[in-house]
């Protein structure tokens, strides 16, 4: 069984995931790993299940969240293809931290690659991405992965980029809350991966616990949840540099 996992706060790496998962023509296993129904589905996998995991880079790094989520998972030798979508800046360890996160649940990487999608804070950077170039290449990237898979001639064991210790990353001030327009319909309390959506105030954002997704902005029916213009407009200036030019997407895997 081929296992589609990602975690996709604002949808880009989902963009990503499927566009790889695509070539692998046959049904499939979808666990979007924010909800809690398809998390318990993922469970233990076969040393003959291959699984596709996304994740987006913030801060250069795996989302806190989802290290817990991995917690849950057991890959008992399953094959794992990663994949790390970052907003035109850099992904620095985010493949090296997906990776060891795997292997310490058993998988056996294989095969990696990273992509660029719209930057879902700054939406100035990676605007469009991943567009029908990045879709060329990553279909290109995914069929060289399966035809090494189909072949059976095995893998080397994979190289990623990045460092130990893993960049320090802190967060990003951006802690969206809701205004006016807000109902309090509860779904971002429900959907927030972080639980740091008030329960009784859903107008109420618990700094510390939230990890600036920005997941309640976009399942917000009321587009209610902002994250303050002069901020965003600062942090598009102080940014610029570090995200403009088109960055690429890159593979790696290595056969035996
Ligand atoms: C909190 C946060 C931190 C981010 N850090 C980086 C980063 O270090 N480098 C980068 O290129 N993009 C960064 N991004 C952009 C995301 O990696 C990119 O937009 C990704 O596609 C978001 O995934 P999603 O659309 O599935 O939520 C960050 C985004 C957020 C929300």
């Not at 319909?185 to 972080?194: D, E, L, S, V």
Request: with cysteine; hydrophobic share 35%.
């Amino acid at each position: 069984m081929i296992y589609q996992m990602y975690f996709s706060p604002t949808g880009g790496t989902k963009k990503v995931s499927d566009i790889v998962c695509k070539v692998w023509e046959c049904p499939k296993k979808t666990i979007d790993l924010m909800k809690q129904e398809d998390l318990k589905e993922a469970g233990n996998l076969t040393a003959e299940d291959i699984c596709i995991a996304a994740v987006p880079s913030f801060g250069g790094r795996v989302p806190e969240p989802v290290k817990d989520m991995f917690k849950s998972i057991r890959g008992n030798g399953a094959k794992a293809v990663l994949i790390a979508v970052y907003g035109n800046r850099a992904f620095d360890d985010t493949l090296l931290e997906l990776k060891d996160m795997l292997e310490n649940a058993d998988f056996t990487c294989i095969g990696a690659i990273a992509a660029v999608a719209e930057h879902s804070i700054l939406r100035q950077f990676g605007t469009g991405r991943p567009d029908i170039e990045d879709e060329k290449k990553l279909r290109e990237y995914a069929g060289r992965i399966k035809d090494a898979l189909d072949s059976g001639k095995g893998f080397a064991s994979l190289l990623v980029p990045g460092n130990y210790p893993y960049r320090e990353y802190h967060g990003v001030p951006f802690k969206p809350e809701a205004g006016r327009k807000c109902n309090r319909c509860g779904i971002c309390i429900k959907q927030c991966p972080a639980q740091a959506i008030s329960a009784q105030n859903p107008k109420r954002t618990d700094k510390e616990k939230c990890i600036s997704c920005l997941h309640c902005i976009s399942v917000c029916p009321q587009k209610a949840r902002k994250n303050k213009k002069l901020l965003l407009f600062m942090a598009g200036r102080g940014m610029k540099k570090k995200c403009e030019g088109r960055k690429e997407n890159y593979l790696f895997y290595k056969m035996k």
